[in-house]
């Protein structure tokens, strides 16, 4: 599955008008966070993560851009739990719109994503029979200089399920991510 959503995107990505611009951007981490579960079952935990994305943004005017973006989230720290060790990654696929409001600073970015994030790669101490991958959002600020360097800083959301050998659980991971990156005019 992860080799046909790879080849649509190829394929929407290069049908892409001249007017778009491409950007390329790292993404780095280090979260606090707990996680409850439906049933009450919740832990805290640190966990590190890089992020590396891609995006393409149509210029629908000055003000507003918009477009489809992927991200690997790739964690690089298991969990700081040493009964419940753990790795998870990610594939969002969402949209993506950016907002540059203000004409005497047309540097100074607002930005959302919505999309979908399946889990692509699990690795848990204990069996587990399904793992489903759920909604994916973020939302944050950003600088983006003239050389097309840019900086931003996210809030992401992740929402998924797993189904454990006897019960199942809900999660959501969400975390604020730094994000360094580089804008291509195509």
């Known amino acids: 599955m992860k080799k046909s959503i790879l080849a649509v995107l190829a394929v929407i990505f290069m049908a892409v008008p001249a007017f778009a611009d491409v950007k390329l951007r790292l993404g780095v981490n280090a979260e606090n966070y707990k996680v ?41 720290e298991n969990c700081n739990r040493k009964d419940y060790e753990h790795t998870e990654s990610w594939l969002p696929i969402y949209a993506t719109a950016q907002l ?22 699990t690795n848990y101490k204990y069996v587990i029979g399904n793992k489903k991958g ?15 360097l840019f900086f931003d800083v996210m809030y992401e959301s ?28 195509i």
């Open 134 to 148: 759920g909604m994916y959002w973020g939302i944050g600020t950003g600088y983006e200089f003239p050389s097309g």
């Open 36 to 76: 409850e579960d439906t049933d009450g079952y919740s832990y805290n935990s640190t966990i590190t993560n890089i992020r590396i994305s891609g995006e393409y943004m149509f210029n629908f005017s000055d003000v507003f851009k918009a477009g489809a973006g992927i991200q690997a989230r790739i964690m690089i």
């Open 100 to 121: 540059n409001p203000f004409s005497n600073n047309k540097e100074l970015f607002f930005k959302l994503n919505i999309g979908y994030s399946p889990m692509y790669s």
């Open 158 to 185: 992740y929402f998924y399920s797993m189904s454990y050998e006897t019960y199942d659980r809900d999660k959501t991971d969400g975390s604020i991510v730094v994000g360094l990156g580089y804008k291509f005019k």
